[in-house]
């Protein structure tokens, strides 16, 4: 089994930038078969969505939501992901959930919450 955990949540301005990290323990040869580590939030009342997702061999998409403010990176020597939020908006305000993904896994965190006031 792996956990996951994020960290870097708060209470931010619009305008304003975060940066979310999640680190994974538990399993080595569970961690180390990881291939997709995304990120995805959840709003009040609203459906979870993607947020934005990179490759082992580093391709990223991300929601149009975000495209050109959010910026995902992962350290694969140490199963770690990031996101750099810039140019926050209040409709930014959500729970955010870092995954991990491979063939017959998939893993969440407990979620870090962002709020972003205007």
């Known amino acids: 089994q792996v956990q996951l955990v994020e960290s870097g949540g708060g209470l931010v301005q619009a305008g304003g930038s975060l940066r979310l990290s999640c680190s994974a323990s538990?399993?080595?040869?569970?961690?180390?078969?990881?291939?997709?580590m995304a990120w995805y939030r959840q709003a009040p009342g609203k459906q979870r969505d993607l947020v934005a997702r990179?490759?082992?061999?580093?391709?990223?998409d991300y929601a149009d939501s975000v495209e050109g403010r959010f910026t995902i990176s992962r350290d694969n020597g140490n199963y770690l992901v990031y996101l750099q939020m810039n140019s926050l908006k209040p409709e930014d305000t959500a729970v955010y959930y870092c995954?991990?993904?491979?063939?017959?896994?998939?893993?969440w965190g407990q979620g870090t919450q962002v709020t972003v006031s205007s």
């Open positions: 995954n991990y993904w491979a063939p017959r896994q998939n893993y």
């Open positions: 538990g399993s080595a040869a569970s961690i180390a078969s990881i291939s997709t």
């Open positions: 990179v490759q082992r061999h580093g391709s990223v």
